[in-house]
């Protein structure tokens, strides 16, 4: 059964950092491109970054540029998400998602639960 289980989240002050993780199992996920997206309350889901199967071609939101960073390792079949000067409107859940397809949208087959982030002012 395929599975996307997040971790990482938490609460933090602005300008802080957080490290998110994503495990993948089930699947040849190693061979997927990923993705992080997050939904704030009241909002809908946007994309935050996604990377290639290769970890050679690599989106970001401009929302996100400079401060976050997606990388994997294939041998562990994991994705993270390094957060960094965090700000208040980065509160969101995160979600992890995996697809065939490396894009910048939400049709991504398969989705974790989410983790959640809060940051503080």
């Known amino acids: 059964q395929e599975q996307l289980v997040e971790s990482g989240g938490g609460l933090v002050q602005a300008g802080g950092s957080l490290r998110l993780s994503c495990a993948a199992s089930?699947?040849?996920?190693?061979?997927?491109?990923m993705g992080w997206f997050r939904q704030a309350p009241g909002k809908e889901r946007e994309f935050v970054a996604a990377i290639s199967w290769s970890g050679d071609s690599i989106y970001y939101a401009d929302s996100v540029k400079g401060r976050f960073t997606i990388s994997r390792d294939n041998a562990k079949i994991t994705v993270y998400l390094q957060m960094n000067s965090l700000k208040p409107e980065d509160t969101a859940v995160y979600y992890c998602a995996a697809d065939r397809i490396l894009s910048p949208g939400l049709l991504y087959d398969y989705w974790g639960q989410g983790t959640q982030v809060t940051v503080s002012s």
């Open positions: 089930g699947r040849t996920f190693s061979s997927y491109a």
